[in-house]
């Protein structure tokens, strides 16, 4: 047996550690051989590939992004390219692929499983907003990255009695914004999920100031204000359609600064929070998600993800995890309310 691997979208700690314990178990306990794709989908499409064995996964397990590199690319937009994949995979000898990616790389995945592709799929995203599944790897990392900036903005905020704004990722989903904010001791956290009120937010700053503390507000990238579309967009898409966000933070600031006199500066922590070194969580569910997927090509169990339930490993179907985002409840977001101001 001949198995692909390849990681796609936009990488993220411990996709490293996935395809280690893909390959260190595949090859002791299967007997299994191994081909790299490289650059998500890019790979079995253009049929650029790389060696794979124990030799290239020694020493992987702590890096960050990935050995096989990654990419957006869409073979469902190339003409002929699910028929290009189909070919490079026969002639390369490959029976089935292990796709480790988010909504994009997995949906993908979803519809070749369909046009009878074996493959199975690794759930992967910083953002945390693959459903089907309770955590994805590398969330844990960057929220931990995004807490350690809250806790440094704290003491230079108070020192110069500033308004501190904090850009975390996360376009449709605030769970990096939720949890590093409730982490950080933010006194407001603004997400996707629940537009803002922002003469609310001015008035959370003055209440903060009145009590003789800076305020440090934490802001996902796709949170909007309820009254119209404040988000600032490049207008770039990529090639998933997705718009290229940026500039809410930015934004924020100088209107709070209008309406409240206060001086407010903006953080963006943009990619900070998906490089380095992975979190020992992490890094344990990336090795966890890894034995399991190859588990289930020893078990032809074709068209499925891993997934977390609980401490459990199980196996979703693919469309579970690509199907709906999980986004942020209002009830989880009412119970991180009551620390603001
Ligand atoms: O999908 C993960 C993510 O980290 C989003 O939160 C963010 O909007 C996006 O990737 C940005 O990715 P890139 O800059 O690589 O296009």
């Not at 490289?38 to 124990?54: F, H, K, Q, Y």
Request: aromatic share 6%; proline share 4%; charged share 20%.
């Amino acid at each position: 047996m001949r198995v692909g691997v390849l990681t796609g979208g936009g990488d993220c700690p411990g996709l490293n550690a996935v395809i280690r314990a893909v390959v260190r178990k595949g090859v002791a306990e299967y007997g299994y051989e191994f081909l790299g794709f490289r650059d998500g989908w890019r790979g079995p499409l253009e049929n650029v590939t790389s060696a794979l064995g124990i030799p290239q996964v020694r020493g992987i397990l702590p890096r960050g992004g990935t050995v096989l590199g990654s990419s957006r690319t869409n073979p469902f937009t190339v003409e002929g390219g699910v028929e290009q994949i189909k070919a490079n995979l026969q002639v390369n000898g490959v029976d089935a692929l292990i796709a480790i990616g988010g909504e994009d790389t997995l949906g993908v995945a979803t519809k070749l499983a369909d046009l009878e592709v074996d493959v199975v799929g690794v759930p992967k995203t910083i953002d945390n907003d693959l459903g089907g599944t309770d955590f994805t790897f590398g969330f844990d990392t960057a929220v931990n990255i995004a807490t350690e900036a809250i806790d440094r903005l704290h003491t230079t905020a108070e020192s110069h009695h500033r308004v501190l704004v904090v850009e975390v990722m996360g376009r449709h989903a605030g769970w990096i914004a939720l949890h590093s904010g409730i982490a950080g001791g933010a006194n407001i956290i603004l997400i996707p999920e629940q537009p803002f009120d922002i003469e609310h937010v001015c008035k959370l700053v003055e209440q903060r100031f009145q009590l003789q503390y800076a305020p440090i507000i934490v802001v996902a990238e796709g949170a909007v204000p309820a009254e119209g579309d404040m988000a600032m967009v490049t207008g770039d898409v990529d090639a998933f359609g997705h718009v290229r966000l940026g500039g809410i933070g930015d934004r924020l600031a100088r209107e709070i600064e209008v309406r409240t006199g206060k001086e407010a500066r903006a953080v963006v922590l943009g990619h900070i929070q998906r490089g380095g070194t992975p979190t020992a969580f992490d890094r344990w569910l990336a090795t966890r998600f890894g034995l399991h997927a190859i588990e289930a090509v020893h078990d032809g169990d074709f068209g499925k993800m891993v997934a977390l339930r609980g401490t459990d490993i199980v196996r979703v179907d693919l469309v579970e995890g690509t199907g709906q985002l999980k986004t942020v409840s209002p009830s989880l977001y009412a119970e991180a309310e009551v620390l603001f101001g």
